[in-house]
């Protein structure tokens, strides 16, 4: 079985591992945050695989950050389905499955921008150009008058149906975040289903990672729902509902009822594999920081260590193709806050506590 694996995922394995040796280094990152300002910014990133990406805007007095995100997500979705062609037939159902969180970022972009989270006129150059008959749907989806005309439009009955169930708390909280959820739950419950039909380390290490995401997205939901005060029967609704989350539904109820964000967080660190988290948040309550300070960063830390690990030994599994692509996500992030920081004349040590190495 093993020399059938290496067979199968030897091309894979050798360009994700060869693409993983350009991600930044701890000592990158020092000197692209000692930036002076932007123009600086874009000296030093034009020794970098991101002058050809986004150089050209970089270069403007007053850059347009929503298109350097645009191009770097763009980028980032190109090269997923460059390398998508070393899955081996077995993986394909699943890869094709994670490949729907695309469009699916399309259709939150337009129901924010419906909903004027967004301005409106903006959100179609946030909108990723994907397959020929997903191009045609995203462009007929942002003609919709509002919320209500986009789902009717939609052509995924499934997707359809969970953002329906999800009209009732959207009215009533007047938030886009309900059908923000929704979209997820869509998404993890359709990865979930075809997890159910991998075999052997397929399986194992892909769900490792998943069944990863899937516990740190409920726990982001309850975290951020308690921050606003909303009913516990409203943020059960929105808890992704799979039986490959870490979380226990008695865990669930537990965080959901906890009294205040530090008994949250003791439940989080005495009760669940995610005890590095919940200490990194205490600490953060004992510092007199808020609640959530740096959770995103925390939350990324957790799920780049299960990543990384896959990429230990011999990798000759499915894991491996969406390991390296939530590295890279994260590494768009790392971007991000170094342009944004620099912009707005950071300190050199605060852009890097916003880094996640990867």
């Given at each position: 079985m093993m020399i059938k694996n290496?067979?199968?995922?030897?091309?894979?394995?050798?360009?994700?591992?060869?693409?993983?040796?350009?991600?930044?280094?701890?000592?990158?990152?020092?000197?692209?945050?000692?930036?002076?300002?932007?123009?600086?910014?874009?000296q030093m990133l034009a020794n970098t695989k991101y002058n050809d990406i986004i150089g050209s805007e970089m270069v403007k007095k007053h850059p347009d950050?929503?298109?350097?995100?645009?191009?770097?997500?763009?980028?980032?979705?190109?090269?997923?389905?460059?390398?998508?062609?070393y899955i081996p037939k077995r993986g394909q159902s699943?890869?094709?499955a994670d490949s729907k969180s695309y469009f699916l970022n399309n259709v939150k972009v337009i129901l924010s921008a419906?909903?004027?989270?967004?301005?409106?006129?903006?959100?179609?150059?946030?909108?990723?150009?994907?397959?020929?008959?997903?191009?045609?749907?995203?462009?007929?989806?942002?003609?919709?008058?509002?919320?209500?005309?986009?789902?009717?439009?939609?052509?995924?009955?499934?997707?359809?149906?969970?953002?329906?169930n999800a009209l009732g708390e959207y009215r009533f909280l007047d938030l886009v975040y309900p059908l923000i959820v929704a979209v997820d739950q869509y998404y993890y419950g359709t990865i979930c289903k075809e997890l159910t039909n991998l075999k052997g380390e397929d399986q194992l290490k892909t769900k490792s990672l998943f069944a990863t995401r899937v516990g740190l997205q409920n726990i982001e939901i309850i975290l951020r729902a308690k921050a606003f005060s909303t009913q516990p029967g409203i943020i059960k609704k929105?808890?992704?509902?799979?039986?490959?989350?870490?979380?226990r539904a008695n865990i669930?109820?537990?965080?959901?009822?906890?009294?205040?964000?530090?008994?949250?967080?003791?439940?989080?660190?005495?009760?669940?594999?995610?005890?590095?988290?919940?200490?990194?948040?205490?600490?953060?309550?004992?510092?007199?920081?808020?609640?959530?300070?740096?959770?995103?960063?925390?939350?990324?830390?957790?799920?780049?260590?299960?990543a990384n690990s896959i990429?230990?030994?011999?990798?000759?599994?499915?894991?491996?193709?969406p390991a390296f692509f939530i590295l890279k996500e994260i590494e768009l992030r790392n971007l991000r806050s170094l342009i944004l920081g620099v912009i707005n004349k950071r300190s050199a040590n605060d852009i890097l506590d916003k880094i996640v190495l990867v």
């Open positions: 290496a067979q199968e995922y030897g091309a894979l394995n050798v360009h994700m591992r060869a693409q993983r040796t350009e991600f930044f280094s701890a000592g990158t990152y020092n000197l692209l945050a000692s930036a002076s300002d932007f123009d600086n910014l874009h950050l929503i298109e350097i995100d645009r191009r770097l997500v763009q980028n980032f979705v190109d090269q997923y389905n460059q390398f998508r062609k699943f890869i094709a419906l909903h004027g989270a967004n301005r409106y006129e903006e959100a179609k150059g946030m909108l990723l150009s994907l397959t020929e008959n997903e191009n045609i749907e995203t462009e007929h989806l942002y003609k919709s008058r509002d919320v209500e005309d986009l789902i009717s439009r939609l052509s995924n009955e499934k997707l359809r149906e969970s953002l329906e929105w808890l992704i509902a799979t039986k490959f989350c870490p979380l669930h109820e537990k965080l959901i009822t906890a009294q205040d964000f530090e008994h949250t967080f003791q439940i989080l660190r005495d009760e669940t594999t995610f005890r590095t988290l919940a200490i990194k948040l205490l600490t953060n309550l004992e510092e007199g920081f808020a609640p959530l300070e740096n959770y995103d960063n925390y939350a990324d830390q957790e799920i780049v260590h299960i990429f230990r030994g011999a990798s000759f599994n499915l894991a491996i193709f």
